[in-house]
Nanobody, 125 residues
Framework: QVQLVESGGGLVQAGGSLRLSCAASGRTFSSYAMGWFRQAPGKGREFVAAITWTNANTYYVASVKGRFTISRDNTKNTVYLQMNSLKPEDTAVYHC??????????????????WGQGTQVTVSS
């Protein structure tokens, strides 16, 4: 069982930066693929980024490439999402997720077995 707790959200002006953190419990965290998803009001949950357990591969939705960076520190059981050049359309609740099987298809929310409660990110224009 893995429990995930996100932090780092807040209100920021367009062009600003935030770093989200997702702290995971569980001794097998280092073997899990990790993802970030977001959900804006009235919309479905959207894939943002993912990272495999080896840190060898990262994946991003096209709209955040070059602005967001996903990373992980297995010694701290934590995954991060550094968000730069934020835009109003990035406003959403951001959730982290864990995939114990690491078999790919990381942009699908159905891949992930564990989810955090989310942290609100609001970008003002």
């Amino acid at each position: 069982q893995v429990q995930l707790v996100e932090s780092g959200g807040g209100l920021v002006q367009a062009g600003g930066s935030l770093r989200l953190s997702c702290a995971a419990s569980g001794r097998t965290f280092s073997s899990y693929a990790m993802g970030w998803f977001r959900q804006a009001p009235g919309k479905g949950r959207e894939f943002v980024a993912a990272i495999t357990w080896t840190n060898a591969n990262t994946y991003y939705v096209a709209s955040v490439k070059g602005r967001f960076t996903i990373s992980r520190d297995n010694t701290k059981n934590t995954v991060y999402l550094q968000m730069n050049s934020l835009k109003p359309e990035d406003t959403a609740v951001y959730h982290c997720a864990a995939d114990k099987d690491s078999r790919g298809n990381y942009n699908s929310l159905y891949t992930y077995e564990y989810w955090g409660q989310g942290t609100q990110v609001t970008v003002s224009s």
